[in-house]
T-cell receptor
Framework: DAGVIQSPRHEVTEMGQEVTLRCKPI?????LFWYRQTMMRGLELLIY????????DSGMPEDRFSAKMPNASFSTLKIQPSEPRDSAVYFC???????????????FGPGTRLLVL | KQEVTQIPAALSVPEGENLVLNCSFT??????LQWFRQDPGKGLTSLLL???SQREQTSGRLNASLDKSSGRSTLYIAASQPGDSATYLC??????????WGAGTKLIIKP
């Protein structure tokens, strides 16, 4: 298996532009997570999907952020409009498990390094 | 509210030494505890997952222990190598999806 795939790996954009980050989870995994990592705040959970349905989006910073999972093999995280404070590394992770999800670990993608100028 | 602390924030040791990384958590009602490794510019890799009913897990030169009553976990690395240099993160599972993360320990193994 190729693991969790994220694109792009690096993104540099100007303030006010729309940014779309993409994630392909591991085949057969039914849970998907979007995280943001910064030096100041560490790892933060942004949103959690289970069976393509958003379960918890309480970590999404504000209305400028939105996430979708149209099918089991694809998810997007969109920032519109982007701001310099959104600069961070954004990770996608997926997890298997039916029922006893807490027994399973999360598998992380390589991340997207976003810089908003 | 669960809080996870990792001490020290950074550690530098000579190659070949055995070392211990520490993780503490404030709420003992956990489902599991995981140790991850993060290399610069890369994602996180799960090293060991300990269920709440377990006391320890081992993988090669790594051994992780869990003491729920005292709110502590340790990651023991035997015979350290330069390739072990990375940031090690501890994460506590308190529900079926949430992980509460520590800030990590940056480990440098000097050749």
């Amino acid at each position: 298996d190729a693991g969790v795939i994220q694109s792009p790996r690096h993104e540099v954009t100007e303030m006010g532009q729309e940014v779309t980050l993409r994630c392909k989870p591991i085949s057969g995994h039914n849970s998907l997570f979007w995280y943001r990592q910064t030096m100041m705040r560490g790892l933060e959970l942004l949103i959690y999907f289970n069976n393509n349905v958003p379960i918890d989006d309480s970590g999404m910073p504000e209305d400028r952020f939105s996430a979708k999972m149209p099918n089991a093999s694809f998810s997007t995280l969109k920032i519109q409009p982007s701001e310099p404070r959104d600069s961070a590394v954004y990770f996608c992770a997926s997890r298997a498990g039916q029922g006893d999800e807490w027994r399973e670990t999360q598998y992380f993608g390589p991340g997207t390094r976003l810089l908003v100028l | 509210k669960q809080e996870v602390t990792q001490i020290p924030a950074a550690l530098s040791v000579p190659e070949g030494e055995n070392l211990v990384l520490n993780c503490s958590f404030t709420d003992s009602a956990i489902y599991n505890l995981q140790w991850f490794r993060q290399d610069p510019g890369k994602g996180l890799t799960s090293l060991l997952l300990i269920q709440s009913s377990q006391r320890e897990q081992t993988s090669g030169r790594l051994n992780a222990s869990l003491d729920k009553s005292s709110g502590r976990s340790t990651l023991y690395i035997a015979a350290s190598q330069p390739g072990d240099s990375a940031t090690y993160l501890c994460a506590v599972g308190g529900s079926n999806y949430q992980l509460i993360w520590g800030a990590g320990t940056k480990l440098i193994i000097k050749p």
